[in-house]
């Protein structure tokens, strides 16, 4: 089956990039899948294949007997890393320039980071919301659970206003074990909200990245002579003239980056700048390669 925003040729470019956590995670070392945790006091969880260089201790030799495959026991504790990617789907993520809406790009970023990470034997799930939870696809590995999330993606649509730091709040308390959390987002809503829903996830210690979407129009604001501009969310129009206001604007926008970039600093959360005139799988490699070097 194709899905919309699985692209194998896109991939491809992607398909030896590990995504690697710089944190420790439970379960999950600088892409490592061996726990930090010892003892015998875990509680069993669950089952995986088994790949060369698991210890052996851990093959279930029933299983084995009766499907004649290696599996590996897993504790509460060795589990693989579990990750949240939080697709934003509010009204102004329709916007586009004459390229790819920002919904469509951060579509296939989150089915390219759930395609890699289940890929490399970890867990995905899928948050959409815009300012309010949506749908949620809870962690989950193996190739049924990927055709889940991008059947989900497949049917997301840009829906009603931003309001991006309560749904960020609510999962917060949601996810109850660390991991990691992606959020993919033009984060249009308060920085300081933003920044407070961003920081309740690092609280509860897990690792954070942030994905930010813009258009080149958002960046450059590229109109001129009178121009009728409509608000996405709620339909408002406004007659303006370009020039008269693209200095404002742009120094707004570029105030806009600069305090959310400085405040995922602050809180060692990693910013990744998207700008949707880049191709997708180009930004992608760029930050995997990055994040290996770095583990």
């Given at each position: 089956m194709?899905?919309?925003?699985?692209?194998?040729?896109?991939?491809a470019?992607?398909?030896?990039?590990?995504?690697?956590?710089?944190?420790?995670v439970e379960?999950?070392?600088?892409?490592?899948?061996?726990?930090?945790?010892?003892?015998?006091?875990?509680e069993?969880?669950?089952?995986?294949?088994?790949?060369?260089?698991?210890d052996?201790?851990?093959?279930?030799?029933k299983?084995?007997?009766?499907?004649?495959?290696?599996?590996?026991?897993?504790?509460?504790e060795?589990?693989?890393?579990k990750?949240?990617?939080l697709?934003?789907t509010?009204?102004s993520?329709a916007y586009?320039?004459?390229g790819?809406?920002?919904?469509?790009?951060?579509?296939?970023?989150?089915a390219?980071?759930?395609?890699l990470m289940?890929?490399?034997?970890?867990?995905a799930?899928?948050?959409t919301?815009?300012?309010?939870?949506?749908?949620?696809?809870?962690?989950?590995a193996?190739?049924?659970?990927?055709?889940?999330?991008?059947t989900?993606?497949?049917?997301?649509?840009?829906?009603?206003?931003?309001?991006?730091?309560?749904?960020?709040?609510?999962?917060?308390?949601?996810v109850?074990?660390r991991?990691?959390?992606i959020?993919i987002?033009d984060?249009?809503?308060?920085?300081?909200e933003?920044m407070?829903?961003?920081?309740h996830f690092?609280?509860?210690k897990?690792?954070?990245?942030?994905?930010?979407?813009?258009?080149?129009?958002?960046?450059t604001?590229?109109f001129?002579?009178?121009?009728?501009?409509?608000?996405?969310?709620?339909?408002?129009?406004?007659?303006?003239v370009?020039?008269?206001?693209?200095?404002?604007?742009?120094?707004?926008?570029?105030?806009?980056?600069?305090?959310?970039?400085r405040?995922?600093?602050?809180?060692?959360?990693?910013?990744?700048?998207?700008?949707?005139s880049?191709?997708?799988?180009?930004?992608?490699?760029?930050?995997?390669?990055?994040r290996?070097?770095l583990?």
């Amino acid at each position: 089956m194709k899905y919309r925003y699985l692209d194998p040729k896109a991939l491809a470019r992607l398909a030896n990039l590990p995504l690697v956590a710089r944190g420790v995670v439970e379960g999950f070392i600088a892409g490592l899948h061996r726990s930090p945790f010892h003892g015998s006091s875990v509680e069993f969880s669950e089952y995986r294949k088994y790949v060369p260089g698991d210890d052996l201790k851990h093959l279930d030799w029933k299983a084995y007997g009766k499907t004649e495959k290696l599996y590996v026991k897993l504790y509460e504790e060795e589990t693989n890393l579990k990750a949240h990617v939080l697709l934003d789907t509010s009204g102004s993520m329709a916007y586009e320039s004459g390229g790819m809406r920002k919904l469509d790009y951060a579509a296939h970023l989150a089915a390219s980071l759930c395609y890699l990470m289940i890929r490399q034997q970890d867990t995905a799930g899928l948050v959409t919301f815009d300012h309010r939870i949506r749908t949620v696809v809870p962690p989950g590995a193996g190739a049924p659970h990927l055709r889940e999330i991008l059947t989900v993606l497949d049917g997301v649509e840009a829906g009603e206003r931003s309001g991006i730091a309560r749904p960020l709040h609510d999962l917060a308390e949601m996810v109850k074990r660390r991991g990691l959390v992606i959020v993919i987002s033009d984060l249009f809503d308060d920085p300081q909200e933003v920044m407070r829903g961003l920081m309740h996830f690092r609280h509860r210690k897990h690792e954070v990245i942030v994905f930010h979407l813009l258009d080149p129009d958002e960046t450059t604001f590229p109109f001129r002579g009178p121009t009728t501009f409509r608000e996405l969310e709620t339909g408002h129009r406004m007659e303006v003239v370009p020039e008269a206001i693209r200095d404002e604007v742009l120094a707004a926008v570029r105030e806009y980056v600069v305090t959310l970039k400085r405040g995922c600093a602050e809180a060692r959360i990693e910013y990744v700048a998207a700008d949707t005139s880049v191709p997708y799988e180009t930004l992608l490699a760029s930050f995997l390669t990055k994040r290996a070097r770095l583990g």
